[in-house]
């Protein structure tokens, strides 16, 4: 017999597990510097664009694609048509490969809640010298990466209802009081208005093609979209939810801390002078810095900022692991316990690839790239934006329109104004749009070998998916 599929506790506790994937470390730690390196405020406005139109609108295609089949990513897709089952796969793939670095990210940013009082705050001039030699060293991320999947798998193992969203429940609010603190502290500082004018007044000059594909790729790795994860956590909500009024929501909350962010991080970069476009070390090399030179209560403000990106990331790799872990209970037939425990294991050793890929591997390439580059270009760059190109050509041409609407309207208990609109959104608009983003994306790529195969993979899995999966 089969057993009684998982369900989220609440509304509230589903609100704050989807947002907790979503705001991750792309709100804290990417979407800073990619502001910074794109711009700044022009960046910013192209970006709430692709998320409140593609984003959101690819989110709720996400949601129903997953409650309508109360299926996680892969058995969801095939439910269908067993032809778009590859599109389930890519996601579990990709949500499997960022696992591949994401838990060394998120260790740093266990180690520096440690490092803010033991001594990294004590040497301005030190700072980036840390972080180097920290991010090189075989042995130190390593287990602060064991640490941090620990956490994971820890609460993956406990369930939908008993462990991601309880964890979702104490740590996005204590998350979102961090920020609001560290921000209050940003905006306060003398020379804080230089940081705030460059968040919000648009310099176009800076924008090119390049900003729009940042942008676009930003919103869905942000969004957490792409990959299945929203799928699977759809798959978990009761009859009742208001699929795009929960969708909103979950997409408001990513943006306000994603901007919640930059207003933490840009006037305090800015008051104490220095560079905005700091690339991936920004928050591990500037903000130490801009604590470090306020001296006093810096090390109390450092460690609340890297306790605010450790749950932030934790929240978000949390999903993961349940996206890869969904599918053998759903498609397997695993324990949910089986599942967890293997996967896990299987990412200590990509992760422990990524993390000495930065140090004593970092001559050891694959397809042209060090293991953390290469997790990282591959869903990046190649399979984020097709996966939400499929997810969004799949509910526009392949489930029916009556189906959605009823799906996303509860049968006609609640009501979706824009139906209409988000339907066109996502047969035609969305498909066309990031069909030529992730072009330019493909081909920005500079390590050919990996670019061709990102493809390759692809299309194997479109060929294979169908027998296999
Ligand atoms: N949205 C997460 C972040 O912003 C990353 C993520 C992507 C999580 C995809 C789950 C799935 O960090």
Avoid: C
């Avoid at 979407?31 to 700044?40: I, K, L, R, S, V």
């Avoid at 933490?264 to 970069?269: C, K, S």
Wanted: proline letters at 3%; hydrophobic letters at 55%; a neutral charge.
């Amino acid at each position: 017999m089969q057993q009684q599929r998982e369900n989220w506790g609440s509304r509230l506790g589903f609100i704050m597990a989807a947002a907790g994937s979503a705001v991750g470390l792309g709100n804290i730690w990417r979407f800073p510097y990619t502001a910074g390196e794109n711009g700044g405020g022009a960046f910013i406005l192209i970006y709430l664009g692709f998320v409140f139109v593609i984003g959101l609108s690819v989110m709720i295609a996400e949601f129903s694609v997953g409650r309508s089949t109360n299926l996680a990513a892969v058995g969801a897709f095939k439910k269908y048509n067993s032809n778009w089952t590859f599109v389930g796969v890519l996601g579990v793939l990709s949500s499997f490969f960022i696992m591949g670095f994401y838990p060394v990210v998120g260790g740093w940013a266990l180690a520096y809640i440690v490092k803010s009082f033991t001594g990294l705050m004590s040497s301005v001039e030190a700072i980036p010298g840390v972080f180097d030699a920290f991010i090189g060293n075989p042995v130190e991320p390593l287990i602060w990466m064991l640490v941090f999947l620990a956490l994971n798998i820890a609460i993956v193992v406990k369930g939908i209802s008993g462990g991601i969203e309880k964890a979702g429940k104490v740590l996005m609010p204590l998350l979102f009081a961090l920020l609001v603190l560290l921000s209050i502290r940003s905006v306060s500082l003398p020379g804080a208005g230089a940081g705030l004018d460059f968040l919000l007044k648009p310099d176009f000059s800076k924008v090119n093609g390049e900003t729009f594909l940042a942008a676009l790729g930003q919103a869905f790795f942000s969004l957490s979209l792409g990959m299945g994860a929203m799928v699977t956590y759809g798959s978990y909500l009761s009859r009742e939810e208001n699929l795009p009024q929960n969708a909103f929501i979950v997409t408001t909350l990513d943006t306000l801390v994603a901007l919640l962010a930059g207003v933490a991080i840009f006037p305090a970069l800015f008051a104490f002078g220095l560079e905005p476009a700091a690339g991936p070390g920004l928050v591990f090399v500037v903000v130490p810095t801009i604590f470090a030179e306020m001296g006093g209560l810096g090390t109390i403000f450092s460690a609340l900022f890297f306790i605010a990106l450790a749950v932030a990331a934790l929240t978000s790799s949390v999903s993961l692991l349940e996206t890869v872990t969904a599918y053998f209970i759903d498609q397997r037939g695993m324990s949910r316990k089986k599942a967890v425990y293997l996967m896990g294991a299987a990412m200590v050793v990509t992760n422990i690839l990524a993390s000495l890929s930065l140090g004593v591997m970092s001559g050891v390439t694959i397809f042209g790239a060090g293991f953390f580059d290469f997790f990282d270009i591959l869903t990046d760059k190649i399979f984020l934006a097709i996966g939400g190109m499929l997810v969004s050509l799949f509910a526009g041409w392949v489930m029916k329109k009556d189906v959605l609407e009823k799906e996303l309207t509860n049968g006609g208990e609640t009501k979706f104004g824009l139906f209409n609109i988000w339907f066109v959104l996502v047969k035609y608009v969305n498909p066309i749009a990031i069909f030529f983003v992730a072009i330019a994306g493909i081909i920005s790529i500079t390590q050919t070998s990996l670019m061709i195969f990102g493809l390759v993979l692809i299309a194997a899995l479109a060929i294979f998916s169908k027998k296999l999966a």
